[in-house]
């Protein structure tokens, strides 16, 4: 299971540049990574125990991707999140700040609340 996630974890997205041509894989690595260094994002490990001991389920999957939420642009973490019943939320976390700023799945209205 850790080896597909670090699989998953590899294939990072980012938006394409304003060129409108998209990035490569290598690309998209060297920005994730330099934002990691550079303090705008927060390591995945430290997302997911954050999420996992508010939500109390597991994290199956993770993306890392530069998003927007309301009028600025920023890093988010996409997860797929497994619950103690087997439902599966998704959930999308500010990279930053940790705050969680959506979540759909079945349970998801209980959930991490």
């Known amino acids: 299971m850790r080896a597909l996630l670090g699989v998953v974890l590899a294939a990072l997205l980012v938006s394409p540049g ?9 690309e998209d690595h060297d920005r994730a990574r330099a934002a990691l ?8 490990r430290e997302i997911m125990n954050s999420v ?4 109390g389920g ?10 927007s939420h309301g009028d600025r642009r920023i ?3 996409h997860l797929r999140m497994m619950m103690p ?5 998704r959930l999308e976390v ?13 349970g998801a209205d209980e959930a991490c609340r």
């Open 52 to 55: 996992q001991v508010r939500c």
């Open 18 to 26: 304003a060129a409108g041509i998209a990035a490569t894989d290598e």
């Open 37 to 44: 260094k550079a303090g705008e994002i927060r390591p995945l």
């Open 75 to 77: 890093w988010l973490y």
């Open 94 to 106: 500010d990279a930053a700040s940790k705050e969680i700023l959506n979540i759909k799945g079945r």
């Open 58 to 67: 597991r994290v199956i999957e993770a993306e890392l991707e530069e998003g």
């Open 85 to 89: 019943r087997g439902d599966v939320l």
